[in-house]
């Protein structure tokens, strides 16, 4: 299984991102895709997470600005984050959970500052 984020950049204050992932390999139904960041000199933190059947969870520090979906067809999970704050600067991390085990992707580095 590999995954392919994208879609990370630098944006000011206020502005807005979408992160898209993709996986690829054997992608069985009922799997868990998720995000993850990791700021500078801090531990990696869940963000956000989404069941194949829609059902979606946040950090309550990104809860109401920022929006978890995913194409089953297509096997991506996006993020569309909104309102960015200068503390959500990190690298985002999208991961798939599936029969016990869970896949990495590379991360991309979303920086938000004026």
């Known amino acids: 299984v590999q995954l392919q984020a994208s879609g990370g950049g630098l944006v000011q204050p206020g502005g807005s991102l979408r992160l898209s992932c993709a996986a690829s390999?054997?992608?069985?139904?009922?799997?868990?895709m998720e995000w993850h960041r990791q700021a500078p000199g801090k531990e990696r933190e869940f963000v956000a997470q989404?069941?194949?059947?829609?059902?979606?969870r946040y950090a309550d520090s990104v809860r109401f600005r920022f929006v978890i979906s995913r194409d089953n067809a297509k096997n991506t999970v996006y993020l569309q984050m909104n309102r960015l704050k200068p503390e959500d600067t990190a690298v985002y991390y999208c991961?798939?959970?599936?029969?016990?085990?869970?896949?990495w992707g590379q991360g991309t580095l979303v920086t938000v500052s004026s």
């Open positions: 991961s798939v959970s599936q029969r016990g085990d869970r896949y």
């Open positions: 390999g054997n992608i069985f139904s009922g799997n868990i």
């Open positions: 989404i069941f194949s059947g829609g059902s979606v």
